[in-house]
């Protein structure tokens, strides 16, 4: 993504950030709505974030050892979610890659089933497309990704309940989990329907599976409490395993995944499921991940919110009167604007792959070179969020407003053919 494949020309190389602003190799500032792919919820170089790093790197950077502040992170993911045991890794990739290990250990059985268009990082038994028919097994989504890797896993449409009830009823006995992102944000943001995630957590109970929520990118950042509290905490459920990452470390390499304190168990060294990492951890990561954690109060979240709500009205009106037909999709103070038609859509909404995939590609790529050249990074995909932070103050949201409607002239140019 970030060699602008989706959007063509060529990356700006940074040189700096602060709060909401990026500045490129040539000078060149931009206010920022990609934020890392979304970690900085405190905007870039928080001066809190950065003085508790650098005292931490003054402490020595790694110790293979464990630490206080690895202990107190552990300790905010556990008060804002309902994981009771947490495990530390480096990387959303080897959270999911773990938590799935872990459930296999657990439940003895060996088949994962996923949605299309959740992405998971890149293990390599995830990155993987549906096969022929529902309820099959899948096929890999990438070379370097053997057959084998993939031929335990079942790719079904988001949203599908019919689809993932049909797949139980075949392989329910061979399912050790289903995961899925909380509100998928990587073929663009997509709400879940009220109760989809209760559904999928019911389904898998009743079948002995787990149920895996990945919030690496919704942790902490959809909301306080992650997707999560945005419907399993109103709902009274919770997953049986959840992974995080980006926002828990702060702009640093931390992750994590938790859950169950039976499961959890059931981790090496108390358990017999190997896991492990040298920097996992890490002190001055994890010290990153606390002090953002700890500064992220509900004002942060009120603050993104009503940044994100002036953003988004703002690109809708734009759209509007450019003519542009499009649908703005969100989930808590994440979202993505689909340059489609909503008439097209079953419901107005774009509820899973095949709906995201009607974006207009072309048109976004026009949006996004125009915002670019007028001052505004946006993400480089038409199937990703955009993010914004406690540091978009009034006048980073203004310039955003300001370059919108030139922007969606443009994509109306490209829509229109
Ligand atoms: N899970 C989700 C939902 C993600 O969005 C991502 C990354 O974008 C990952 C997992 C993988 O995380 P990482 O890039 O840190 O490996």
């Known amino acids: 993504m970030r060699a602008f494949n989706a959007v063509g020309g ?5 040189r700096s950030g602060a709060g909401a602003w990026l500045t490129d190799a040539d ?3 931009y206010v920022d709505l990609v934020l890392s792919w979304g970690p900085l919820l405190l905007g870039h170089a928080h001066p809190e974030v950065q003085a508790a790093v650098q005292a931490a790197v003054a402490r020595g950077t790694s110790f293979g050892a464990p630490t206080e502040p690895e202990v107190e992170l552990a300790e905010e993911i556990t008060a804002r979610t309902p994981v009771e045991r947490v495990r530390f890794v480096s990387s959303g990739t080897e959270a999911t890659m773990s938590a799935i290990r872990l459930a296999r250990g657990f439940t003895g059985r060996d088949v994962v089933v996923k949605f299309a268009g959740c992405y998971h990082g890149h293990v390599d038994a995830l990155l993987a497309s549906a096969g022929s028919g529902l309820a099959t097994f899948a096929v890999p989504g990438t070379p370097g990704v053997p057959a084998s890797s993939t031929e335990l896993t079942i790719v079904l449409p988001y949203h599908d309940r019919a689809a993932v009830t049909a797949a139980f009823a075949e392989h329910g006995d061979r399912i050790a989990c289903l995961v899925t992102e909380a509100a998928p944000g990587n073929m663009g943001v997509i709400e879940p ?3 989809f995630n209760r559904f999928l957590a019911e389904t898998c109970a009743a079948h002995g599976a787990l149920f895996v929520s990945d919030e690496v990118m919704t942790g902490f950042r959809a909301a306080r409490q992650g997707q999560w509290g945005r419907d399993g905490a109103l709902e009274g459920w919770a997953p049986d395993l959840m992974t995080f990452g980006k926002v828990m470390g702060g702009g640093f390499p931390a992750a994590a995944f938790g859950g169950r304190a039976d499961v959890m168990a059931l981790l090496a060294p108390e358990g017999p499921v190997y896991q492990a990492g040298t920097l996992s951890g890490n002190p001055v990561a994890t010290t990153a991940g606390l002090t953002t954690l700890r500064l992220a109060t509900d004002e942060v979240y009120e603050h993104v919110g009503a940044a994100a709500q002036t953003v988004k009205d703002a ?5 509007d ?3 542009v037909p499009h649908v703005v999709s969100s989930a808590g103070t994440m979202f993505s604007i689909f340059l489609l038609d909503p008439a097209e859509l079953a419901t107005g909404a774009v509820r899973d792959f095949a709906d995201a995939s009607r974006t207009d590609a072309r048109a976004y790529a026009a949006l ?4 670019l050249d007028q001052g505004v990074y946006l993400p480089p995909s038409a199937y990703e969020a955009w993010f914004l932070s406690a540091a978009h103050d009034d006048r980073a949201v203004q310039a955003v407003v300001d370059a919108l409607p030139a922007a969606a002239r443009a994509a109306a140019r490209v829509h229109e053919g």
């Open 321 to 323: 009167a450019a003519g």
């Open 315 to 319: 690109a809708s009106q734009a759209l």
């Open 193 to 195: 329907e009220p109760g």
């Open 10 to 14: 060529t990356p700006r190389f940074f």
């Open 27 to 29: 000078g060149n500032e």
């Open 368 to 371: 996004f070179h125009s915002m």
